[in-house]
């Protein structure tokens, strides 16, 4: 089946700085992905819609000059959290839909990376 | 408003046994209705899904059935194993472009 590969999976970082993450699709094109934050024994909760060639669509509540987001190539999307604090220690997981698929159109998810903000 | 409610939040089943969980939605366009499956630490994957032209779809020991008038939909796991153990979340969604509108979740656990 199509993976999704995230990385890293864990990072720790001190408050004040800024972490990036990667999404890659590695079998597929995606024109699209998206980024979810899932805080623990919670639900995923979408942060924002990322869109190959254009400016990600942020979800109500999420800061646009927080949560950076790049999806520069077909294969490839990076969500950059920008002056890290500890409230944005979290769990970031991205998805990706094939764009050459036909049908139901099915979200593969990545792995998730785990954020530690000290 | 909670458009998806998933119930219940947590489940205890002994080995060999039904799981049953429910999701009561209130969007009358969804149109994709999926079941995933979280292990701690991981990403969601997906189980099972089905359309809303049918009733009843089965893999293996996963079944999803559907009530379209109802507008409720659930996950039953025959022969559960400590395997199945997982975080079970149900996600509608409207349209093949459409975004998945998580449940709460389910925290399921086998006792072997």
């Known amino acids: 089946g199509a993976v999704v590969s995230q990385h890293p999976s864990r990072v720790i970082c001190k408050s004040g700085t800024s972490v990036k993450i990667e999404c890659r699709s590695l079998d597929f094109q995606a024109t699209t992905m998206f980024w979810y934050r899932q805080f623990p024994k919670q639900s995923l909760m979408l942060m924002a819609t990322?869109?190959?060639?254009?400016?990600?669509?942020?979800e109500q509540g999420v800061e646009k000059d927080k949560f950076l987001i790049n999806h520069a190539s077909l294969t490839l999307s990076t969500l950059t959290v920008t002056s890290a604090h500890p409230e944005d220690s979290s769990f970031y997981i991205c998805s990706a839909r094939d764009s050459a698929a036909t049908g139901a159109g099915e979200l593969f998810f990545g792995e998730g990376s785990r954020l530690t903000v000290l | 408003q909670q458009q998806v409610k998933q119930s219940p939040q947590s489940l205890i089943v002994q080995k060999g046994g039904i799981s049953i969980i429910n999701c009561a939605y209130e969007?009358?366009?969804?149109?994709?209705f999926p079941w995933y499956q979280q292990f701690p630490g991981k990403g969601p994957a997906l189980l099972i899904a089905?359309?809303?032209?049918?009733s009843e779809k089965k893999e293996g020991r996963f079944t999803i059935s559907f009530n379209k008038s109802a507008k409720q939909f659930s996950l039953h796991i025959m022969d559960s194993q400590p395997g199945d153990s997982a975080t079970y979340f149900c996600?509608?969604?409207?349209?093949?472009?459409?975004?998945?509108?998580f449940g709460k979740g389910t925290k399921l656990s086998v006792k072997p």
């Open positions: 996600a509608p969604r409207r349209g093949s472009q459409g975004n998945l509108i």
């Open positions: 089905i359309r809303p032209d049918v």
């Open positions: 969007n009358t366009a969804f149109d994709y």
């Open positions: 990322s869109n190959e060639g254009s400016k990600a669509t942020y």
